[in-house]
């Protein structure tokens, strides 16, 4: 699982659990934002109660957490929701950089 996440040059990483309402309202936001960008981005979504000791290996002391790669490095740690508006945005220049 964790070599997947860095086969792509740009991908994003959704740290996240069922049971948390700012993980699911992030969930629903982030579907736009998958669909825009599937062509540019790999988008991956681990849920911390099926993958023991994630926590510790990314160092995620919050959820939800997003983490975007580019070219297998850290490149933005976003930490809560957002809205599809700023998750955009991010996308754009963290990883586009248009």
Not at 8 to 19: A, D, P, Y
Not at 23 to 34: D, F
């Amino acid at each position: 699982m964790y070599i997947k996440i860095f086969k792509g040059e740009n991908s994003i990483v959704e740290f996240s659990t069922r049971k948390n309402e700012s993980c699911r309202r992030l969930s629903r936001e982030l579907k736009y934002t998958i669909k825009k960008y599937k062509k540019y981005v790999d988008f991956y979504r681990i849920y911390i109660e099926d993958e023991k000791g994630i926590t510790e290996k990314f160092g995620i002391k919050y959820l939800p957490t997003l983490i975007f790669f580019k070219n297998r490095f850290e490149v933005h740690r976003l930490l809560g929701y957002r809205n599809k508006k700023i998750l955009s945005f991010l996308v754009e220049k963290k990883l586009m950089k248009i």
